[in-house]
């Protein structure tokens, strides 16, 4: 009863249409979402929802669902709660300003108007608990999945206050997430059976397409269409990305002589029927009926036209068939039955041939293009076809294709005279031009199609090539009455009639040359298959792959036609293509997908679930946030995922649900205390953040960055010493450097430091052969200026440069080598240093040149030594430390001296780097060195410092080039890949490098003795605060009793 008071007089509804098919229904405003560049009408429901124009978040959580309301100045407002008498777990975007709400087991529905409307409930939709939700905003649909293993299909009549059902299958587990793609109605599901599952929804029937191998736990799902890519997140915390692969064309029936020279066919799909119309120079119109193998005629009109027939359009939602000829003549039928029905007629329409039509059957507007170089615009009201608008001639020679897209008005054109138009189609009929491209091909344009996904446009011209165009970026696509807005920075191109547009950018195209035209293309958005059929008689597959269009086999059961094929047809929501040939044969074929392919290498993006997955596919962005509360974004690139920035303690309870936005950048999440938070994507340019001047007099040779004890501190200290003998303590914080303290006595150069932040004891050795212990000193409580670190020891220790240490605090060990090529330990005793073990004067000391670094690795006991001779080496100093036996030499690890050595100890892998520009990551394994992975990190020179960070699985390297480079490092086998590239820093030699993980910073110092902070990573989450409630202005807390309990929970 709560629930119900609650929903009344808040919500109000239009009805979406009775009796309209969702599957033919046209994304009429899908307007709306294309103007924001980056939103589909697809949702795929969560505990937070993003309305499509952006001005409202909903989120569920307890008993209840919430609306809030988007302010101009980034603030967002709770505006309205929905009580119920259960669980509200998932809300998703429905039709009419609606909202989809999943409680318990029962689904809800309602209008988010001031004045209130109609609302619908569904009882025990499922016999358990819903687990995913999914809707089609613009179709009506609604699909849902629960605990009693169903995944159900219903149509939203909110009009009639219900759910009607449409289609339901039975699952053998828990189905986690659901994704529908309405433009190919593509139905994507995946749960605890660790696959993902792809049906066709078709005939109020769910049918499976395809089923990948067995992956992870999956929670989430997105889809590409532009790359025919999959993203999955999951149980075990990882994304992973998947491509179709091995799609087949299956022959389905063939029609042989249904014409004397068949021109021209159609398709189309209403429910379980498949219906072509065909028509051609013998004047008739045949409309065909797909009953199992067998095309059967359905309906005939003999004379049709006076002059042979070059386009017909079939659209069966309405029952309306248009058809135009060479005498400029076009006619609109009406298919009743089995009959066709003459309903308007306009003779010479055109001043001679109309080569091609594109119909809107539910705005009835109707676009004819032909030899007289035109394109006109019509509209249908009842039985009379009235010219719109006609305006001057669009090109200067006939136009031979059209493309028209209902819900953003987008038009383009091809033309004898090789070029291609794109336009904007205004309310009133006008055309307004965006951009032109002048010879685009050798020869006219035959063929034309765009995708309104991807926004790509496909043509195929007289010289035999095949070309993919795109707009350039900055323009906006317009509709509705809007137009379309050019950035008018861009170089713009005179449009002819005294206007400026912007000429159309190639995007690919064919190697090599057909051996004869290809007369007609289509595109396959579930593929990603471009479909070619012309005078050779065959039909070709093709998919762009960077800036080539390259042929793909589609298998034996591929059989062309022997005779040229004049005209091809797609209905791409079935999938089913039929070609027209020269000798009036009919063939109608259907594509198939026939699996997912896993793309490696998988990211673990969280510790925990991945609870949260958004995709971005314009920016190649992917946001996520899981379990230890944190949201992350991803660049996807060439098929790999990189991180770009990620929050710090976003939400202590852990994250439950997340939004992007990615015409602003704006990301929304919410914990599993409902507080909503708002944060801003920043990408920023290459500069530093701090830069400390003259923090030393001369080059640094070393900095060391220890994380503070305390987390919530985020602070780190950063130890720095150089030629000039100064050995500082700095805290990081906040991205800046403050001095903390220095060493008393500042001696000769200072080459290796170490410290421990948890004694504050600092070994250094440099020049003089010495080591030296220092204690560090906390700044507070001291005046005139940074206090004095005391020396609490030194011990003359190598003949020669000290160049490597390590040091073990929890042992008092330290180990020191150099250019004596001699190995020793140490035991720091109060204010002495004690010998414990030397390789001077053994029969060890032969095995072990000029020493560059040096790894104590405490689990093992095992020291790893990096020598000038390219050589790591690994030596055994148990029993104290007090013997050092020499275990095993890996030789030419690097070419040139190997110069850097960092370690995860937990693991056992060790990264290597030298004067050959190579890191490389090792597995200590049985008293060895197994290589696990190498990459080129500086092809210009030697790295000349790195480090590690395990819990981050960050290394960062500087190259004697003068650049430093960020990478991740991904999955068991420490495979590096490339974050972040910068030049040119510290006068072009960066000599030392450190990262904290704390502050998210790498710290860099070289020759001109500054230190300098720059960010990890190439982007930044900024918090810009979050919800408030609509009085007072507090921070909005769904669940106000809720306090952090420090839980990873995987309840569901």
Request: hydrophobic residues 40%; glycine residues 12%.
């Amino acid at each position: 009863e709560a629930s119900g008071q609650a929903l009344g007089g808040w919500f109000t509804a239009t009805s979406p249409g009775a009796g309209t098919d969702p599957w033919n229904l046209l994304p009429i405003d899908k307007l709306a979402f294309q103007k924001q560049g980056e939103i589909q009408r697809h949702t795929m429901a969560g505990r937070l929802c993003l309305k499509s124009d952006g001005t409202a978040i909903f989120s569920a959580f307890g008993r209840a669902a919430y609306s809030f309301h988007r302010e101009e100045n980034d603030e967002v407002l709770h505006t309205k709660t929905l009580g119920f008498s259960e669980e509200a777990r998932l809300v998703a975007e429905g039709p009419n300003d609606s909202i989809v709400i999943a409680t318990g087991k029962s689904l809800h529905a309602a209008v988010l108007t001031k004045n209130g409307g109609p609302e619908a409930r569904l009882e025990n939709a499922h016999r358990s608990v819903i687990t995913a939700l999914a809707t089609d905003s613009v179709g009506s649909l609604v699909f849902s999945s629960g605990g009693d293993l169903k995944i159900s299909a219903w149509r939203l009549e909110l009009e009639e206050s219900r759910f009607m059902p449409l289609a339901s299958v039975d699952c053998a587990v828990w189905t986690m997430a659901l994704l529908y793609i309405p433009e190919t109605n593509t139905l994507f599901s995946g749960g605890m059976e660790s696959k993902i599952r792809v049906w066709k929804f078709q005939a109020n029937e769910l049918v499976e397409l395809v089923r990948s191998p067995e992956a992870h736990g999956i929670l989430n799902l997105r889809y590409s269409p532009e790359q025919q890519m999959v993203l999955t997140s999951g149980q075990d915390g990882s994304i992973k990305t998947w491509r179709f692969q091995g799609t087949r064309v299956r022959p389905v029936a063939t029609a042989l002589g249904v014409h004397s020279g068949c021109r021209t066919v159609a398709i189309d799909t209403q429910g379980r029927s498949v219906i072509v119309a065909s028509a051609g120079e013998d004047l008739s119109i045949k409309v065909w009926k797909l009953e199992g193998s067998e095309i059967r005629l359905m309906a005939c009109e003999e004379d049709a036209h006076n002059d042979g027939i070059c386009k017909v359009r079939l659209h069966l939602a309405t029952g309306h068939l248009v058809s135009a000829c060479n005498c400029g003549d076009i006619v609109v039928w009406l298919l009743q039955g089995e009959a066709l029905v003459r309903l308007a007629h306009v003779k010479q329409a055109h001043p001679g041939a109309i080569f091609t039509l594109k119909f809107d059957p539910y705005k009835k507007r109707l676009l004819s293009a032909g030899s007289d170089g035109t394109i006109k615009v019509w509209i249908l009201r009842g039985v009379e076809l009235t010219l719109l608008k006609s305006d001057e001639a669009c090109h200067s020679t006939g136009i031979l294709c059209i493309t028209f897209d209902p819900a953003s008005g987008f038009v383009t054109s091809g033309a004898i005279d090789s070029s291609i138009a794109t336009w904007t189609l205004e309310e009133e009929g006008t055309l307004v031009k965006r951009t032109v491209r002048a010879g685009a091909h050798a020869g006219r344009i035959f063929s034309l199609r765009y995708d309104e996904t991807t926004r790509l446009i496909f043509s195929s011209g007289a010289d035999c090539m095949i070309r993919c165009w795109r707009e350039p970026q900055g323009i906006v696509l317009g509709g509705n009455g809007t137009g379309g807005t050019i950035n008018t920075t861009m170089q713009a191109l005179d449009g002819g009639d005294g206007s400026h547009v912007v000429e159309l950018q190639l995007v690919a195209a064919l190697e090599t040359k057909l051996t004869r035209p290809a007369l007609a293309v289509q595109f396959h958005p579930t593929s990603g298959l471009l479909l070619s059929a012309g005078m050779d008689g065959h039909i070709r597959y093709w998919r762009v792959k960077g800036d080539h269009i390259l042929q793909e086999s589609m298998g034996e059961e591929n059989e062309d036609m022997t005779v040229p094929l004049l005209a091809l047809e797609m209905d791409t929501s079935h999938d089913f293509i039929v070609g027209a040939g020269m000798d009036g044969t009919l063939k109608l074929n259907r594509m198939e997908a026939s699996g997912l392919d896993l793309l490696p290498p998988s990211v673990v993006a969280h510790d925990g679930w991945c609870r949260c997955l958004q995709y971005d596919q314009t920016n190649d962005l992917i946001l996520t946030a899981g379990d230890e509360g944190e949201v992350r974004a991803w660049r996807l690139s060439n098929d790999e995922l990189v991180l770009v920035a990620e929050t710090e303690e976003a939400h202590p309870d852990g994250a439950r649900g997340l939004c992007y936005e990615a015409s602003s950048k704006s990301v929304f999440s919410a914990g599993d205390d409902a507080a909503v938070k708002i944060w801003r994507l920043d990408i920023r340019t290459r500069e530093p953040r701090f830069t400390m001047p003259d923090a030393h007099a001369s080059i640094v040779f070393a900095i060391r960055v220890v994380d503070g004890n305390n987390p919530k501190r985020r602070a780190s200290t950063v130890l720095s010493a150089g030629m000039d003998g100064r050995v500082c303590a700095w805290e990081l914080r906040g991205g800046q450097l403050s001095l903390m303290c220095e060493i008393e006595d500042p001696g000769e150069g200072i080459l290796a430091l170490r410290l421990d932040a948890y004694s504050g004891l600092i070994v250094g050795g440099g020049l003089e052969g010495a080591i030296h212990v220092w204690q560090l000193q906390s700044p507070q409580g001291t005046h005139g200026g940074p206090p004095r670190m005391p020396l609490l020891a030194m011990q003359a220790g190598h003949e020669g440069w000290v160049r490597a240490l390590d040091f073990y605090a929890a042992k008092d060990l330290v180990v020191s080598a150099g250019d004596d090529g001699i190995l020793c330990t140490w035991k720091v005793a109060q204010d002495s240093l004690v010998l414990l073990a030397s390789t001077r004067g053994t029969p060890q000391e032969k095995h072990s040149e000029g020493i560059l670094a040096v790894l104590y690795h405490y689990k093992a006991g095992l020291i790893v030594t990096a020598n000038s001779d390219g050589a790591l080496r690994l030596w055994d100093s148990r029993d104290d430390s007090s013997s050092l036996e020499l275990k095993s030499t890996t030789v030419g690890a690097h070419r040139g001296g190997a110069s850097v050595l960092e370690m995860d100890a937990a693991w056992g892998d060790v990264l290597s780097a030298g004067k050959d520009g190579y890191l490389k990551f090792w597995r200590l394994c049985e008293g060895a060195l197994q290589l696990q992975s190498e990459t080129l990190a500086s092809p210009d020179g030697g790295i000349a410092a790195a480090c590690y960070d395990p819990a981050k699985r960050i290394a960062v390297s500087a190259g004697i080039d003068g650049r430093f480079r960020t990478w991740s490092v991904v999955g068991n086998s420490k495979e590096m890949k490339l974050l972040v590239e910068v030049g040119g820093v510290h006068r072009g030699s960066a000599v030392a490098v450190a990262h904290s993980a704390f502050c998210g910073a790498v710290i860099t110092a070289g020759k001109d003795g500054s230190l300098r902070v720059w960010s990890a990573l190439e982007g930044e989450l900024v918090p810009l605060g979050a919800a408030k409630t609509g009085t007072g202005g507090q921070t909005f807390m769904a669940l106000p009793g809720t306090q952090s309990t420090g839980r990873r929970g995987k309840v569901l």
